[in-house]
């Protein structure tokens, strides 16, 4: 028989790799915001040319429904209503900006803890997560902004005799917070393959369950759409139809990654 261990010896050598994984955190932390601070301090300088980017949609549906070439006018009824709207562009482009770099470093904290077999497995995932999200905001500024623009434009009033002309003066701040709100929207929601696939890889979910299931998902899919998306119901539509065919993307992702019985024997 060995000599009894020391319970003091047993919290000292527990607590040694307990530290070391805080200060590898510690770093990691560090890094991953010194390039949100890189990325704030890129956007901040170039925010007016971000915005202006951003306002192209706008643009294109009012030379659309209006029909002529007048330059867009937006408007702010606070003094420092536009420099806020551009810290916080600067921000929102700055998570953008730096969502590599904290990808990576999440990754490199967890990746000791997996076999080689589950890090080859989870290597697709972190490939396909910010293409699905450039692919929502792409689906955004190309498709969502331009036709609900164009629609919030078409309620306009001309001034004819009898009637009060009625125009569209949008604010800088409301239009920024429309645009954030449906990137988010849709980036987060083009997650949805990746998040089922990673559960179907795990054996959770089964592509028969989803399947069986579509009923149920298509209303909790009316219900997030509500809840996630601007009060309009076009934004809201275009997101549930667009969640809805991810969702059937996923039961053909999920019957790729899912364990197969003969693995499950082995």
Not at 3 to 15: C, G
Not at 112 to 118: D, S, T
Not at 252 to 263: G, I, R, T
């Amino acid at each position: 028989m060995g000599a009894p261990t020391d319970p003091e010896d047993e919290v000292e050598a527990s607590r040694a790799p307990l530290m070391a994984h805080l200060e590898e955190l510690r770093s990691r932390l560090i890094v991953t915001l010194a390039a949100l601070a890189a990325g704030f301090a890129i956007c901040f300088f170039a925010a007016e040319a971000i915005y202006n980017f951003l306002l192209v949609p706008f643009e294109t549906a009012a030379r659309q429904v209006r029909g002529d070439d007048l330059a867009l006018q937006l408007i702010f009824t606070a003094p420092l209503e536009f420099f806020f709207v551009k810290l916080k562009l600067a921000l929102f482009g700055a998570i953008v900006l730096a969502f590599p770099v904290l990808a990576y470093q999440v990754w490199a904290f967890v990746r000791p803890g997996l076999y080689k077999n589950e890090r080859l497995a989870f290597a697709p995932f972190l490939v396909a997560a910010p293409i699905l999200f450039t692919a929502g905001m792409a689906f955004v500024y190309y498709l969502i902004l331009p036709f609900v623009m164009g629609f919030a434009l078409g309620q306009e009033q001309a001034p004819v005799e009898g009637r009060a002309s009625i125009q569209l003066l949008t604010r800088v701040s409301e239009y920024l917070n429309l645009v954030t709100t449906l990137i988010l929207a849709f980036g987060v929601s083009f997650q949805l393959p990746v998040l089922l696939s990673l559960l179907g890889k795990a054996g959770l979910l089964t592509s028969d369950t989803l399947i069986r299931s579509w009923k149920y998902a298509l209303v909790g899919i009316a219900i997030f759409a509500a809840f996630i998306t601007p009060p309009d119901p076009i934004s809201q539509i275009f997101l549930g139809a667009a969640m809805f065919g991810l969702y059937g993307l996923s039961i053909l992702a999920v019957k790729l990654v899912e364990p197969k019985p003969l693995e499950d024997e082995a």
